[in-house]
């Protein structure tokens, strides 16, 4: 025997609040997601070579520091100063500077853009 009970209604349903996971259906969404991983590895490891290429570039231009000379006395210089601690002697200007870009060293100091990269010299 059954007994149905007119005038009353079902009970709602309760939604869930909790999120299904996304599933890979298809080859395409493997090959997305591959894709996906593949462009975040390679933004990765290019960041990391522009980081070593400039501080390559900071280490050359520190060591050029060092090893600059007086034209008037002949000392060597490390500090970068624009005139000799010693004889007083202005000290050769460096007309070149590192490209914030790519870390290109030795971009003349007049150029508005890096001959490596194209990227703009601030």
Do not use: Y
């Not at 593949?38 to 490891?45: C, I, S």
């Not at 034209?71 to 500090?79: M, N, R, V």
């Amino acid at each position: 025997m059954v007994t149905v009970n007119i005038g009353t209604k079902a009970p709602a349903k309760k939604k869930s609040t909790t999120k299904k996971s996304s599933t890979l259906k298809t080859a395409n969404d493997v090959t997305r997601l591959a894709s996906n991983v593949l462009t975040v590895d390679k933004k990765a490891r290019d960041a990391k070579a522009a980081r070593a290429k400039t501080a390559e570039a900071k280490a050359d231009t520190k060591k050029k520091a060092a090893s600059r000379k007086c034209p008037g006395c002949g000392k060597a210089d490390s500090t970068g100063a624009a005139f000799c601690p010693a004889c007083g002697t202005k000290m050769e200007a460096d007309l070149t500077r590192i490209c914030p870009s790519c870390g290109a060293a030795d971009v003349p100091i007049t150029a508005a853009f890096c001959p490596g990269c194209g990227g703009k010299m601030d």
